[in-house]
């Protein structure tokens, strides 16, 4: 828990009163794989924090990351991308930790320190260095980018950036989407051929992780909207984020199908598209309904036998299932009134 990693760093830090006289808190005189270590330890510690000992915490790691980077050979340290064949430099790892870790502190500042009076200058600065330790391999600091510029009702940038992270998640996204029928239409074959050879989706190798994916195709889901509400809306771009929100949702469909959210998502992903997907938006959206009710069931059962402690708890849960089950059934209403109009 925390407390292990508070330790931890208490540990490591008493090495400066070793023979080399480590002032370890400077970042002076400390060897890289100490750094390392350290820097570790303190961006783990701020995944565990909240608000602003979080920021503290990353900070810290991005400290002895910077410090680790110094210490490397110079014509290994301005390497910004990684070579052809994939290997990968300990300076490139380093930059590659860096560029998360300030994508961590630009989160931050769109989330828990939001309304600190310098947020958003805080976070286009974190954004900065993001992009400047930016290797070409993961779309973190692209995403983070998209999401500021939304924030700040600036669509046509947001598009920008994060089709540019859709690109370098693509391949691996639309493998796993083709699992599940959601791979992109004109290169199916390519997607299914690679899919069928897969017995594990872990086989794919290096991916954004789950919770990332989802952030993405809601971005990917805004751009499509920003995209269609302009005065000269362009459709093809629209469409475009849109293709991109359903086979990021395929994937995490191929990964996990009882997540409620993903199936509303894809069906929210095929109602955005121009014309309207509505078939196959009612299908998951109807999904989602089959899922919510059966949540609701098990919930309701649960707190028939439950202890009067734990009611206020479960009551609360099912408060927010049945939310989400008019927020689907909206959805439905909307899209079958549409479907009558047109008939």
Known sequence: GRRDFLEGISILTSAEGSEQNMDVENGNGCNSDLHDVLASLYLYLGQ??????????YR???????????????????????????DESPAIEIRKQLCGAYCSVAELYLTDLCYEPNAESECESSLNQALKHDVGSTPDALQALANLRLSQSRGQEATDAMMKAWDRMKLGCGTMAALVGLGPEGENDDCESVAKELTNVDDLGDRPGFEFRVQSAKILLECSSFL????????????????AAIQVLGSLLAENDEVVEIWFLVGCAFASQQPKNSEMAIH????????????????????????????????????????????????????????????
């Open 48 to 57: 565990m924090n909240e608000g602003q000992e979080a920021l503290d915490s």
């Open 60 to 86: 810290s790691g991005i400290k002895h990351l910077e410090s680790s980077l110094a210490l490397q050979p110079k014509e290994e340290a301005n390497e910004t991308m990684i070579e052809e064949d994939g």
């Open 228 to 243: 269609a509400s302009q005065d000269l809306p362009s459709v093809e771009e629209s469409n475009n984020c849109a293709e």
């Open 284 to 343: 998951h959206w109807e999904r989602a309904m089959e899922m919510l009710l059966k949540v609701e069931e098990d919930l309701e059962q649960e707190m028939e036998e439950s202890e009067p402690d734990d009611e206020a708890c479960l009551l609360e849960q099912l408060e927010g299932v049945k939310d989400q089950m008019e927020m689907v059934k909206e959805k439905l209403k909307g899209v079958n009134a549409e479907e009558m109009d047109n008939g």
